[in-house]
T-cell receptor, first 112, second 116 residues
Framework: DAKTTQPPSMDCAEGRAANLPCNHS???????VYWYRQIHSQGPQYIIH???NNETNEMASLIITEDRKSSTLILPHATLRDTAVYYC?????????????FGQGTELSVKP | DSGVTQTPKHLITATGQRVTLRCSPR?????VYWYQQSLDQGLQFLIQ???????AKGNILERFSAQQFPDLHSELNLSSLELGDSALYFC???????????????FGPGTRLTVL
């Protein structure tokens, strides 16, 4: 499985967009980029995933560079409840499922 | 609420003891994953079951074992417990069906194990 690199921590002002970067320079052509978050000690929560096109859902947007070596998770209007550890994970083809390999993630602090 | 349930929420036991953690997956999900989260190791994959069969193994100790039952619930058995086994244990489930619209994993609230 490809490895990812994320900054250990970031701050964001409440109401502003939070942009969380992730590097995955060794990603293979059929591997997807997934984002999960973990609020305090709760179970990780799925946010979004993508292959090569930009994706958007009710929680966030995912921007993947054209060479697929990096991506950015965007929370458009961060709230205090978005304070969490965000994990960027590279994983095999979507329909094959498989284990998730978590790195250290980025600890996002949303401040009033 | 992810739809995945785990019991018990908290478990306090002594070294050398044996415990069983239980997980009920979301309705319709065939695959169950177990993960361990400790302060020094982060979130680590332990083992996966799919429709009753073991599918993948991660960094699971020989003192640990798991199974998935015909009703698809799963149990993680931890024996000869050591202080270092103190951690959060998460169960996750996913449908894992080819062509399924959603194959992402849904995590339960976890079981916090404290070994004294």
């Amino acid at each position: 499985d490809a490895k990812t690199t994320q900054p250990p921590s970031m701050d964001c002002a409440e109401g502003r967009a939070a942009n969380l970067p992730c590097n995955h320079s060794t990603i293979s052509g059929n591997e997807y980029v997934y984002w999960y978050r973990q609020i305090h000690s709760q179970g990780p929560q799925y946010i979004i995933h993508g292959l090569k096109n930009n994706e958007t859902n009710e929680m966030a947007s995912l921007i993947i560079t054209e060479d697929r070596k990096s991506s950015t998770l965007i929370l458009p209007h961060a709230t205090l409840r978005d304070t969490a550890v965000y994990y960027c994970i590279v994983r095999g083809p979507y329909n094959q499922g498989g284990k998730l390999i978590f790195g250290q993630g980025t600890e996002l602090s949303v401040k009033p | 609420d992810s739809g995945v349930t785990q019991t018990p929420k908290h478990l306090i036991t002594a070294t050398g003891q044996r415990v069983t953690l239980r997980c009920s997956p979301r309705s319709g999900d065939l695959s169950v994953y177990w993960y361990q989260q400790s302060l020094d190791q982060g979130l680590q994959f332990l083992i996966q079951y799919y429709n009753g069969e073991e599918r993948a193994k991660g960094n699971i100790l020989e003192r640990f074992s798991a199974q998935q039952f015909p009703d698809l619930h799963s149990e993680l058995n931890l024996s000869s417990l050591e202080l270092g086994d103190s951690a959060l244990y998460f169960c996750a489930s996913s449908v894992e069906a080819s062509g399924a619209k959603h194959n992402e994993q849904f995590f339960g609230p976890g079981t916090r194990l404290t070994v004294l």
